[in-house]
């Protein structure tokens, strides 16, 4: 179903990339949530809870990381986006937090989840890292992330995919999708501020590929290991009829990974902004 098709009388402020907004949300409507809430498939619904349980860490570690250097940017425009930004991954986590009780309700040991990644990502792998190649590398690392963030929203829009999950599900995905296109420059000019070195924004965009994905998969497995209903044979049934999106998934994201090795890459340049005004309104 396209976006267009459900469009309806706005509600929400349209996207700006020049001049993002916070948008408060309230998704109240999950809490019938189906156990597998992405068309029935266990496969894909648990690589969106991976997101569910990367996010709110993620974006908290985000905001850290953006408002180490904002004393350094003159720029006053950046400045306000930078607040944009700090208020829109505030609100992420917030709502994805609320689908964490949510899971949690429905049995799943997000606790421990979350308590690993937090563990692992932020206690042990980045400060490791970090001796190395200083404290600017968090902010490289944020700058990859957003990069995927963008990219997922984008692919999301352009094929439709939040048009599969479950009510509100639906609605979380696309505005989270929408603000991540809208903003997704801002954590970049604010590297770009303090460092012109490529090794610094290559290396934190490795350690971001690492996160974004090695974490996903090993989530995703940990879901599906943990869930009662999924056993062998609907792990390969379920695998098999996710492949029309993860073709789709990885063929959209090795180009973009490929991108922003570019020396001359800025995340303005895939656009998609109209394509999310577009979508958001149908919230
Ligand atoms: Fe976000
Ligand atoms: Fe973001």
Request: net charge positive; charged share 25%.
């Amino acid at each position: 179903m396209s976006t267009e098709s459900k469009s309806k009388k706005r509600t929400l402020k349209p996207i700006d990339a020049r001049q993002p907004t916070v948008r408060k949300m309230d998704f109240d409507g999950m809490s019938d949530l189906p156990e597998h809430y992405f068309a029935g498939n266990s496969f894909v619904t648990h690589i969106i809870n991976a997101y569910h349980i990367l996010f709110p860490e993620g974006e908290r570690f985000f905001i850290k990381s953006v408002k180490a250097y904002s004393d350094q940017v003159i720029d006053s425009q950046l400045q306000t986006n930078i607040k944009a930004f700090i208020g829109q991954e505030v609100q992420h986590g917030k709502e994805h937090e609320k689908v964490l009780e949510i899971l949690a309700r429905q049995g799943r040991p997000v606790e421990r989840f979350v308590r690993f990644f937090e563990w692992s990502a932020f206690r042990m792998m980045l400060p490791f890292f970090e001796f190395f190649f200083g404290k600017k590398l968090k902010l490289s690392v944020t700058a990859g992330m957003e990069h995927y963030t963008a990219t997922m929203g984008e692919i999301t829009l352009r094929h439709g995919f939040h048009e599969n999950a479950f009510g509100d599900m639906r609605n979380l995905l696309l505005w989270h999708a929408c603000e991540e296109i809208e903003h997704k420059s801002v954590a970049y000019d604010v590297l770009r501020t303090v460092s012109n070195s490529y090794t610094l924004r290559i290396f934190g965009f490795f350690l971001a590929s690492w996160i974004f994905w090695g974490y996903v998969v090993f989530f995703q497995h940990w879901f599906l290991l943990t869930d009662p209903e999924i056993g062998w044979k609907r792990y390969f049934q379920d695998m098999n009829s996710s492949r029309v999106y993860g073709r789709i998934l990885f063929t959209e994201t090795v180009k973009a990974f490929f991108l922003y090795l570019k020396p001359g890459f800025h995340p303005s340049q895939t656009g998609g902004y109209e394509m999310a005004d577009r979508a958001l309104a149908t919230i």
